[in-house]
């Protein structure tokens, strides 16, 4: 089984910068994929940015060149940099791991990040 949480929360300035990171534990060669998701109050949950075993990367349209996921050479934690806040980007984020075992899905319990303008 695999567990993540995520770290990282808090509030920064509009136009700073700030990271979250994701640490998984567990049996670590059964993700196949790290992602990163936000939910603002009253909007559905997004993808933010999503890491693949392979390396392949994907990103929101609304965040590309203000965000980047990055992993350690052990692929653990994943790292959700941001620079060019925007009050937009107040949410809860959250982790989201995909495995091989189950449970095939799995999500941490958020943290929060607030852009004051």
């Known amino acids: 089984q695999v567990h993540v949480a995520e770290s990282g929360g808090g509030l920064v300035q509009a136009g700073g910068s700030h990271t979250l990171s994701c640490t998984a534990s567990?049996?670590?060669?059964?993700?196949?994929?790290v992602g990163w998701y936000r939910q603002a109050p009253g909007k559905e949950r997004e993808l933010v940015a999503q890491?693949?075993?392979?390396?392949?990367?994907n990103y929101a349209d609304s965040v590309k060149g203000r965000f980047t996921i990055s992993q350690d050479y052990a692929k653990n934690p994943t790292y959700l940099q941001m620079t060019g806040l925007k009050p937009e980007d107040t949410a809860v984020y959250y982790c989201?791991?995909?495995?091989?075992?189950?449970?095939?899905?799995?999500w941490g319990q958020g943290t929060q990040l607030t852009v004051s303008s």
């Open positions: 989201n791991v995909r495995a091989t075992i189950s449970p095939y899905d799995i």
């Open positions: 890491i693949t075993r392979g390396g392949s990367i």
């Open positions: 567990g049996n670590l060669p059964a993700i196949v994929a």
